[in-house]
């Protein structure tokens, strides 16, 4: 039985790419999303709106699998601006 994937960036540049490779693969899919970005998630997978950098904020099985796209916006890098940890 194909696993559950939990996508985190999934509507960004790779997830748009790898979301619907897993889908065609037969997983259930489910994309870690921005609050906002819901209406972006593919039709066939689960939106989690969640924040990724808090794994207290989103709940997943024991096996689940987690393909892990996020990073920080170039503009955002080069702003200045750095998000605590």
């Known amino acids: 039985m194909p696993s559950r994937v939990l996508v985190a960036g999934g509507t960004g540049y790779l ?9 065609a693969r037969g997983h259930r899919l489910a994309m870690l999303v921005r609050p906002g970005s819901e209406r972006r998630v593919l039709p066939g997978a689960d939106a989690v709106t969640a924040d990724p950098l808090d794994p207290g904020a989103y709940q997943h099985e024991p096996d689940d699998t987690l393909l892990h796209l996020c990073s920080e916006c170039i503009r955002t890098m080069h702003s200045g601006y750095r998000r605590r940890v």
């Open 15 to 23: 997830g748009r790419a790898a979301a619907p490779a897993l889908l």
